[in-house]
């Protein structure tokens, strides 16, 4: 009798369930709203840019054109579907943590490790290529060439349409550097430039390059605000990886514990999504007009 | 009425142990999980704030004196009224009731040992203090002088604060905001206990949910457009500055879709508040109990879509300006419905005068006074005579201090037994209330007619015809300044020397009532189950026999 008393009050604890909840059904499911919840915060976060890149593009939707058209369109795609599959590697984790398998649950996660981060070099790899032409939008984060030292500007992969390649690249103080307002002009004598744009890019009733200049900046500012802020996203979540690669590799997760994995899977789809929507706008959009492809 | 007394000293015997006395280290306040210590923790930091900003108020009070600019130049008083806003907004008015009252009772109020998060919980409380500590850095290495908005291109470009320094601050302490949102609202959702059905919740917890949501969803956009705001400053390029081709409307946009909601953090809590109070000192169910429910849920909603009426006269098109107008006008009939519902659960209810109570009488006076000033300064036409006057300053002092300050020490005092175990004075309680009361109205009232004459908001001096009304409004001040600091005194006494408190003393029904005071760390001994509707006192509360009470007390196993 008196066994049976004390197994009613020491009920079955079953091993990470916390002290606030009643039992692992409750846990799961607070885990998996407040994730939610959290990702909400995290697009309306992101929504901030993306109201920003809004606006602008449909202030200077040439400029952007320009900007866009100078981004690095393969390796762009190429990081698309890298990121794609290592979403389809996080799922498989978390389906085999939920069926307890061990080593395939550890193998996913090394997999969307190593995507994750090929992602992230890839994007180094733009980004040094964005330094060595002179376009971060930041006066002094580009290279510096001193006057006599000038070089031709590192051309990427069959993308470079910009004028700079018709004179010696030449940046003492590592400033933005955009000379070719011929999308404009383009565009210009097609008639397509709103009231807006012209009093954007004009200068005294005549297109002028440096005002034009200074929108294609904004492109870039905002192109290397979102990316960044998603680059950051990325390594966090692979901060979040190597933790559940350690937790893993201990026999952490079974078929009754495994809300990390799952968690933790939602908030790298979202890093995922975010990007199939960064993708289409910074690199795809307005490519058509003047790209030459 | 008789029994109060017998079944207060009768019921349960008060555990031996309980929140406050199972530890006295201090690690055992700066590491705990409880939710009831982290309310505390947030109680102290954020009352210290209150007074900060309190401080900064007296000195605007003062320099506006006299009509010249003496005891503060032009510049002091920029970065005096600045540090005014950011330290009432960021560090006291939104935090205040959610992270205090909040976070102590709606565990107690659903019958859960604790919030769905509890390390979040501290790590929120953590944010909280690290963003003030970096807002106290740029305060003390010489402040800012932008006004607690922000505006760019004078804070992108010009200005000479520590503008980067105190957007940090704002950023970071947004984020303790959120992650206290989220445990909120999942806490909300999944740890209810048995029988406490959505529509058998207290208000107080339908207006904290209200709160979480907007906290959730409009407090990321002004972090990230703090954020580049700051990055704008720093690297010299960016979106807002016209001068290099940014906008910088859309920073006003962006900065308002956050901070109109946040309003709404401010006075929906308190509104929460007040229901508890009205119907508890009632005695009587509330009035139209869903439309209350429902219409926190409509204010946060439709707070959301009214913020362009901070733009009147700032370049906002005019089609623009008609819609923004009119949805202004749509968000006050919810809190319209919940003020009709008060006053209606006042009519024929038992009224007692205790000092929560008048607390929150104060509230629907000044409450009635500062939401109708809303509706002058939501009218477009009437807005551009009015706006960035010391009329728009009287509108949202009456909301923000009126409103919200009114609700939070009225919760205080209602809540101070449960959260202590002490009594205040009750006699020193109604005296404050009281002269909060009058001190408030004679520092505010005045204001509505200096702006209504013309006197602009953030000047250091004044045409010398205005001067009556602002001796009038300084004195105010000091009257307000002792209304606030006689509950320090007397609430710090009752710790050491006040009685010590029955669990239930006003024999309510709900569920906070019905463990100790102070309670147990894990809330209640047993999971509650609950079978009463929201403010029931009538038999089906279980209140009225002791053996009753124990029943609903019984361990549930």
């Given at each position: 009798?008196?066994?049976?008393?004390?197994?009613?009050?020491?009920?079955?604890?079953?091993?990470?369930?916390q002290h606030q909840f009643?039992?692992?059904?409750q846990q799961?499911e607070s885990a998996s709203i407040g994730m939610w919840m959290f990702l909400a915060q995290e697009i309306m976060f992101f929504g901030g840019?993306?109201?920003?890149?809004?606006?602008?593009?449909?202030?200077?939707?040439?400029?952007?054109?320009?900007?866009?058209?100078?981004?690095?369109?393969?390796?762009?795609?190429?990081?698309?579907?890298?990121?794609?599959?290592?979403?389809?590697?996080?799922?498989?984790?978390?389906?085999?943590?939920?069926?307890?398998?061990?080593?395939?649950?550890?193998?996913?996660?090394?997999?969307?490790?190593?995507?994750?981060?090929?992602?992230?070099?890839?994007?180094?790899?733009?980004?040094?290529?964005?330094?060595?032409?002179?376009?971060?939008?930041?006066?002094?984060?580009?290279?510096?060439?001193?006057?006599?030292?000038?070089?031709?500007?590192?051309?990427?992969?069959?993308?470079?349409?910009?004028?700079?390649?018709?004179?010696?690249?030449?940046?003492?103080?590592?400033?933005?550097?955009?000379?070719?307002?011929?999308?404009?002009?383009?565009?210009?004598?097609?008639?397509?430039?709103?009231?807006?744009?012209?009093?954007?890019?004009?200068?005294?009733?005549?297109?002028?390059?440096?005002?034009?200049?200074?929108?294609?900046?904004?492109?870039?500012?905002?192109?290397?605000?979102?990316?960044?802020?998603?680059?950051?996203?990325?390594?966090v979540?692979?901060?979040?990886?190597?933790?559940?690669?350690?937790?893993?590799?201990?026999?952490?997760?079974?078929?009754?514990?495994?809300?990390?994995?799952?968690m933790?899977?939602l908030y790298?789809?979202f890093?995922?999504?975010?990007?199939?929507?960064?993708?289409?706008?910074?690199?795809?959009?307005?490519?058509?007009?003047?790209?030459?492809? | 009425?008789?029994?109060?007394?017998?079944?207060?000293?009768?019921?349960?015997?008060?555990?031996?142990?309980?929140y406050l006395?199972?530890?006295?280290?201090?690690?055992s306040w700066l590491l705990t999980r409880d939710h009831k210590r982290i309310a505390m923790l947030y109680l102290a930091s954020v009352s210290f704030f209150f007074m900060l900003g309190?401080?900064?108020?007296?000195?605007?009070?003062?320099?506006?004196?006299?009509?010249?600019?003496?005891?503060?130049?032009?510049?002091?008083?920029?970065?005096?009224?600045?540090?005014?806003g950011v330290i009432m907004v960021f560090l006291f008015l939104i935090p205040a009731i959610p992270a205090t009252l909040g976070n102590f009772l709606i565990p107690l109020m659903i019958g859960a040992k604790d919030l769905a998060f509890p390390r979040i919980n501290l790590l929120s409380w953590y944010l909280y203090m690290s963003g003030a500590a970096v807002a106290a850095?740029?305060?003390?290495?010489?402040?800012?002088?932008?006004?607690w908005?922000?505006?760019?291109?004078?804070?992108?470009?010009?200005?000479?604060?520590?503008?980067?320094?105190t957007g940090l601050g704002a950023f970071i302490i947004g984020f303790s905001s959120i992650l206290t949102g989220l445990n909120f609202i999942v806490t909300v959702h999944t740890m209810r206990a048995?029988?406490m059905?959505w529509?058998?919740l207290p208000l107080f917890v339908w207006a904290h949910y209200a709160t979480s949501l907007i906290m959730i969803l409009g407090t990321p956009v002004v972090a990230i457009t703090i954020l580049?705001?700051?990055?704008?400053?720093?690297?010299?390029?960016?979106?807002?500055?016209?001068?290099?081709?940014?906008?910088?409307?859309?920073?006003?946009?962006?900065f308002w879709f956050y901070s109109h909601p946040a309003v709404y953090i401010m006075i929906l809590p308190s509104m929460g508040v007040i229901s508890e109070?009205?119907?508890?000192?009632?005695?009587?169910?509330?009035?139209?109990?869903?439309?209350?429910a429902?219409?926190s849920i409509a204010i946060a909603v439709?707070g959301f879509?009214?913020?362009?009426?901070?733009?009147?006269?700032?370049?906002?098109?005019?089609?623009?300006?008609?819609?923004?107008?009119?949805?202004?006008?749509?968000?006050?009939?919810?809190?319209?419905?919940?003020?009709?519902?008060?006053?209606?659960?006042?009519?024929?209810?038992?009224?007692?005068?205790?000092?929560?109570?008048?607390?929150?009488?104060?509230?629907?006076?000044?409450?009635?006074?500062?939401?109708?000033?809303?509706?002058?300064?939501?009218?477009?036409?009437?807005?551009?005579?009015?706006?960035?006057?010391?009329?728009?300053?009287?509108?949202?002092?009456?909301i923000m201090?009126?409103g919200t300050v009114m609700g939070y020490l009225g919760g205080i005092?209602f809540w101070w037994?449960k959260m202590?175990?002490?009594?205040?004075?009750?006699?020193?309680?109604?005296?404050?209330?009281?002269?909060?009361?009058?001190?408030?109205?004679?520092?505010?009232?005045?204001?509505?007619?200096?702006?209504?004459?013309?006197?602009?908001?953030?000047?250091?001096?004044?045409?010398?015809?205005?001067?009556?009304?602002?001796?009038?409004?300084?004195?105010?001040?000091?009257?307000?300044?002792?209304?606030?600091?006689?509950?320090?005194?007397?609430?710090?006494?009752?710790?050491?020397?006040?009685?010590?408190?029955?669990?239930?003393?006003?024999?309510?029904?709900g569920l906070e009532?019905?463990?100790?005071?102070p309670p147990?760390t894990e809330n209640?001994?047993?999971?509650?189950?609950?079978?009463?509707?929201?403010?029931?006192?009538?038999?089906?509360?279980?209140?009225?026999?002791?053996?009753?009470?124990?029943?609903?007390?019984?361990?549930?196993?």
């Amino acid at each position: 009798m008196a066994t049976n008393v004390s197994a009613h009050e020491h009920h079955y604890h079953p091993p990470g369930l916390q002290h606030q909840f009643e039992d692992m059904g409750q846990q799961q499911e607070s885990a998996s709203i407040g994730m939610w919840m959290f990702l909400a915060q995290e697009i309306m976060f992101f929504g901030g840019l993306f109201t920003a890149y809004l606006v602008f593009r449909a202030k200077f939707p040439m400029a952007f054109a320009a900007g866009s058209n100078h981004l690095d369109i393969y390796w762009g795609t190429g990081n698309t579907v890298v990121l794609i599959v290592s979403s389809l590697t996080m799922a498989l984790a978390v389906h085999y943590a939920q069926l307890g398998k061990r080593m395939a649950q550890v193998l996913c996660i090394i997999l969307t490790m190593i995507l994750g981060a090929t992602f992230l070099g890839v994007k180094a790899v733009e980004y040094t290529a964005k330094y060595n032409e002179g376009i971060v939008p930041v006066t002094g984060l580009n290279r510096r060439t001193p006057a006599g030292e000038a070089q031709a500007p590192v051309e990427t992969a069959g993308e470079h349409k910009t004028g700079a390649t018709e004179h010696a690249y030449h940046n003492p103080k590592g400033e933005f550097q955009w000379t070719d307002a011929s999308l404009a002009k383009k565009a210009e004598d097609a008639g397509y430039l709103t009231s807006a744009e012209k009093a954007g890019y004009y200068a005294n009733g005549v297109l002028d390059a440096n005002k034009f200049r200074d929108k294609v900046r904004i492109f870039y500012w905002i192109y290397f605000a979102m990316t960044g802020l998603h680059a950051l996203h990325m390594i966090v979540g692979l901060g979040l990886m190597a933790w559940l690669l350690w937790k893993a590799w201990l026999g952490t997760y079974t078929a009754d514990y495994y809300s990390p994995v799952e968690m933790s899977g939602l908030y790298w789809h979202f890093v995922d999504i975010v990007w199939i929507f960064l993708f289409p706008l910074l690199y795809l959009l307005g490519r058509h007009f003047g790209g030459g492809h | 009425m008789q029994n109060i007394d017998a079944i207060n000293s009768e019921i349960i015997e008060r555990p031996a142990v309980n929140y406050l006395n199972n530890g006295y280290s201090l690690k055992s306040w700066l590491l705990t999980r409880d939710h009831k210590r982290i309310a505390m923790l947030y109680l102290a930091s954020v009352s210290f704030f209150f007074m900060l900003g309190g401080i900064f108020a007296g000195l605007i009070r003062l320099e506006l004196l006299t009509p010249q600019s003496d005891l503060l130049e032009s510049a002091s008083y920029n970065k005096v009224f600045t540090a005014h806003g950011v330290i009432m907004v960021f560090l006291f008015l939104i935090p205040a009731i959610p992270a205090t009252l909040g976070n102590f009772l709606i565990p107690l109020m659903i019958g859960a040992k604790d919030l769905a998060f509890p390390r979040i919980n501290l790590l929120s409380w953590y944010l909280y203090m690290s963003g003030a500590a970096v807002a106290a850095y740029a305060l003390l290495q010489g402040g800012v002088d932008t006004g607690w908005t922000f505006y760019a291109p004078y804070s992108t470009t010009f200005s000479n604060g520590y503008v980067v320094a105190t957007g940090l601050g704002a950023f970071i302490i947004g984020f303790s905001s959120i992650l206290t949102g989220l445990n909120f609202i999942v806490t909300v959702h999944t740890m209810r206990a048995p029988g406490m059905t959505w529509f058998r919740l207290p208000l107080f917890v339908w207006a904290h949910y209200a709160t979480s949501l907007i906290m959730i969803l409009g407090t990321p956009v002004v972090a990230i457009t703090i954020l580049l705001l700051a990055l704008e400053r720093l690297a010299k390029v960016g979106i807002f500055d016209p001068a290099i081709g940014g906008d910088p409307i859309l920073f006003q946009h962006l900065f308002w879709f956050y901070s109109h909601p946040a309003v709404y953090i401010m006075i929906l809590p308190s509104m929460g508040v007040i229901s508890e109070l009205i119907a508890n000192f009632s005695r009587k169910r509330i009035f139209g109990y869903e439309f209350v429910a429902f219409s926190s849920i409509a204010i946060a909603v439709i707070g959301f879509i009214v913020w362009g009426h901070h733009l009147f006269v700032s370049g906002q098109s005019i089609y623009a300006g008609l819609v923004f107008s009119f949805l202004t006008m749509v968000v006050a009939i919810p809190s319209a419905v919940k003020t009709f519902n008060w006053t209606a659960t006042l009519y024929k209810g038992s009224i007692s005068w205790d000092t929560p109570m008048l607390y929150a009488l104060g509230f629907l006076g000044l409450f009635l006074v500062g939401g109708l000033t809303g509706l002058f300064l939501g009218t477009a036409g009437l807005d551009i005579h009015l706006s960035d006057t010391y009329f728009i300053v009287a509108h949202f002092h009456y909301i923000m201090v009126g409103g919200t300050v009114m609700g939070y020490l009225g919760g205080i005092h209602f809540w101070w037994s449960k959260m202590t175990g002490r009594e205040y004075s009750e006699f020193w309680g109604k005296v404050s209330a009281m002269v909060v009361f009058i001190g408030f109205n004679l520092l505010f009232f005045p204001q509505f007619i200096l702006g209504y004459m013309g006197m602009p908001r953030r000047y250091a001096s004044y045409p010398e015809e205005l001067q009556v009304l602002n001796i009038f409004s300084t004195a105010g001040a000091s009257v307000l300044g002792v209304g606030f600091i006689m509950p320090v005194f007397y609430l710090v006494h009752s710790l050491f020397f006040g009685k010590k408190a029955a669990d239930n003393p006003w024999l309510l029904p709900g569920l906070e009532w019905r463990t100790a005071s102070p309670p147990i760390t894990e809330n209640f001994e047993s999971t509650p189950i609950v079978t009463w509707e929201a403010y029931e006192f009538g038999e089906e509360s279980g209140l009225h026999t002791e053996e009753a009470r124990r029943t609903t007390l019984a361990p549930t196993a």
